[in-house]
């Protein structure tokens, strides 16, 4: 044995004793079940989380030299951003946050919904590229074969997006130094949205959990006894 390897009595010793550790494979684990969800390779439906850990172990086992393919999400990072914006009262920053998140958010659940049907990476790019926002929540879910969200949903989303893109691309318009009023409108108008759109993120949260991980959270959040 190497001085740099661990015996299986050091390895089991680091697992008991260091709980950020466990902590951490846990969360590796949860996700790699989750991704396979997300893929379409395992349904969590009526099953225990022990029984989709062995699954999970028994798809991982029948390709050991597959290549395991990672991304970086930063929905929940934009999420938290957007909250501390808007816990500020900086209503026109939260917002540019939430835009973000709303994006991020659908073009996750395309890109999945895609590699479930196999499409090959250039086309989900362009999919993703190409479509504009209010068309993804709309058309574009009920060609993946998802359930529709709500046109009220849909229309507060991209009126959100509307005051973000004015913001971001500000125009620098003159106006009569007197004419206040439609300023201050635009900002309650902002103000409004941003204090009402945690509906929105509960319910796309609630659409993902129960359309595209088909309650796997919820049973984790049941039971997180999960013995590494």
């Keep these: 044995m190497k001085n740099n390897e661990l015996t299986d009595k050091e390895a089991s010793c680091l697992f008991k004793e260091n709980n950020k550790f466990r902590m951490l494979m846990k969360s590796i684990v949860l996700a790699q079940i989750e991704g396979l969800i997300r893929s379409g390779e395992i349904n969590p439906k009526g099953k225990s989380i022990s029984n989709l850990l062995r699954e999970a172990g028994e ?3 029948k390709a050991p030299n597959a290549k395991f393919m990672s991304v970086i999400d930063y929905t929940e990072d934009i999420l938290r951003e957007a909250r501390i914006f808007k816990k500020k009262r900086s209503y026109y920053f939260s917002c540019i946050f939430y835009a973000a998140w709303v994006e991020h958010w659908i073009n996750g659940v395309i890109a999945d919904e895609c590699i479930k049907l196999k499409l090959e990476e250039k086309y989900i790019k362009e999919i993703i ?18 359930p529709n969200i709500p046109e009220r949903m849909i229309k507060f989303i991209e009126e959100l997006v509307q005051i973000r893109n004015s913001f971001i691309h500000y125009k620098w318009e003159r106006k009569d130094i007197d004419d206040v009023e439609r300023d201050e409108k635009e900002r309650e108008s902002c103000k409004r949205k941003i204090n009402n759109f945690e509906k929105v993120v509960r319910y796309l949260k609630k659409y993902e959990e129960r359309h595209l991980l088909k309650n796997y959270k919820r049973e984790v959040s049941k039971n997180m006894k999960i013995s590494i």
């Design 59 to 61: 798809i991982i086992l």
């Design 129 to 146: 590229k190409d479509i504009s926002i209010k068309n993804k929540y709309a058309w574009l879910l009920v060609i993946l074969r998802l």
